[in-house]
């Protein structure tokens, strides 16, 4: 067994609360197997007949509720986050697509109900830090979907009765644990945040929150007629910045020219369900793209409300530049499912087994997702933070066996960002030809390449038969 993917299935899941020590013991051990091979399958994670068994045992244990399971992850975050002044939480809902023909799996349904799709629905909660480097996961909520048409009676329905009561879940468990921290959240949402119970919630958890607004026509407080986007259009523009715009296979690269505006409003918001009335004073930063752009290429357009400070404009760009580490829980969505982890391969059969193999995969996904955002957002720090040294050794052995002739042999001390590009290289990274840095599926198969060669040099040390 790899010791840094054992030392690291300890530290999230060592003091999971499973009512036997034994159940903790196995848990450990499955995650550390998952941290060196990660999959969809269990057969491809787990290789001996015996661990096979001892994951597929642990895996349909009735007694050993999901729940409990997901409790690790996050204390193990929070515990991440703590001596921090404040940690992003980016919120997302998202779905598991899994294999159910004959539909006899404890699934719901999941997608359009004339594609007859099943699977999972969950919101997930992502902790990054300050400075954009993900932590963990603060939080899911899982649930499962009624097969039916799509209801047309959202705004008769009490949140009770509605999914939204999920996201709530999720603001109010990950608050609290933050703040058991001594820690402030600052929460990132899309425009599924804009809800008269999710902003309120927001507003009354007492940490900063971003939510990208979706109802431009919402009305305001003291002004007759008078709604959101026209106090917007009628602020000034503080000011103009750039931002770079990735190519997508749907989209050109660019960079475009962003304005910036910004004011202070109060929502006249109205729960129709319920009859309850709230005024919300928010803060509102819209950001605009101006200037030429591809043809029939729509504008890039965010309207954000937040409860932090708009009195300068690097508050102003502060608020901006937060929002846009939303984007990383779509990157670490595709890791889990269909990327590193593909977790949507999974064959269980029950809802709960599927929870609970999907969260030690999710749990793994992180720290893929962390590696990759250290080697390319702190490429400096030192490989040990997050290898052990046989792990070092291992990936200079090999490197010096398959590097091209022209490049210099790797030095005793590699930083982060070598290190992962050297993993890379092992699992077909090509460098500039592939198109960017070492991305989540490279990293996972250069792992793979890693930690067998790790454990040989570990075991040859111990045999007496290298020094």
């Not at 602020?235 to 910004?262: C, D, E, F, Q």
């Not at 990157?331 to 990327?339: A, D, I, P, Q, Y």
Request: proline share 5%; with cysteine; net charge positive.
């Amino acid at each position: 067994m790899d010791d840094a993917a054992l030392s690291w299935a300890e530290e999230v899941f060592g003091h999971a609360d499973l009512g036997d020590s034994r159940r903790t013991r196995r848990l450990v051990r499955i995650a550390a197997e998952a941290a060196v091979r990660p999959g969809g399958r269990v057969l491809h994670v787990c290789r001996t007949s015996a661990s096979r068994q001892g994951a597929y045992d642990f895996l349909s244990n009735t007694s050993i509720a999901p729940a409990d399971v997901q409790a690790a992850v996050t204390k193990a975050t929070a515990l991440g986050c703590e001596g921090e002044k404040f940690c992003f939480v980016v919120l997302d809902s998202t779905a598991l697509t899994l294999t159910d023909w004959g539909r006899r799996k404890d699934f719901g349904a999941n997608g359009p109900t004339r594609f007859g799709k099943r699977g999972l629905q969950l919101v997930n909660a992502y902790a990054l830090s300050p400075n954009g480097t993900p932590i963990g996961l603060i939080g899911q909520q899982w649930w499962k979907r009624r097969a039916g048409k799509k209801r047309q009676d959202c705004q008769d329905r009490k949140v009770a009765d509605k999914e939204t009561k999920y996201w709530l879940q999720a603001i109010k468990s990950a608050g609290l644990l933050l703040s058991a921290m001594g820690t402030r959240a600052w929460f990132q949402l899309d425009r599924e945040g804009d809800r008269f119970a999710t902003l309120k919630a927001l507003h009354d958890s007492g940490h900063w929150f971003t939510a990208r607004s979706t109802y431009g026509h919402r009305r305001l407080v003291g002004e007759k007629r008078k709604r959101l986007r026209h106090a917007v259009a009628q602020s000034k523009v503080l000011g103009h910045y750039s931002l770079k715009v990735p190519t997508k296979y749907n989209r050109k690269g660019r960079t475009a020219t962003m304005a910036i505006r910004a004011t202070s409003v109060t929502l006249d918001m109205w729960e129709p369900a319920t009859g309850d009335e709230l005024q919300l004073p928010l803060n509102v930063v819209d950001v605009r793209e101006v200037g030429p752009r591809p043809r029939n290429t729509p504008p890039i357009h965010w309207r954000l409300f937040t409860n932090r400070p708009i009195e300068t404009q690097e508050e102003v760009l502060e608020i901006v530049r937060a929002y846009t580490q939303r984007w990383k829980i779509e990157e670490l969505h595709r890791t889990w499912k269909s990327g590193a982890c593909c977790i949507e391969e999974t064959q269980l059969r029950s809802a709960d087994a599927v929870m609970k193999w999907a969260i030690i995969m999710a749990a793994n996904a992180s720290r893929i997702e962390r590696l990759k955002c250290l080697a390319r957002e702190e490429p400096d720090l030192p490989a040990t933070c997050e290898f052990t040294a046989w792990e070092i050794q291992a990936a200079r052995v090999l490197r010096r066996r398959y590097k091209a002739k022209n490049q210099p042999d790797p030095g005793p001390s590699p930083s982060i960002s070598e290190i992962v590009q050297w993993i890379a290289h092992f699992g077909g990274y090509t460098g500039k030809s592939s198109g960017g840095p070492p991305g989540a599926i490279t990293i996972r198969r250069g792992l793979d390449f890693l930690a067998p060669a790790a454990a040989a040099l570990e075991q040859l040390h111990a045999d007496g038969k290298m020094r």
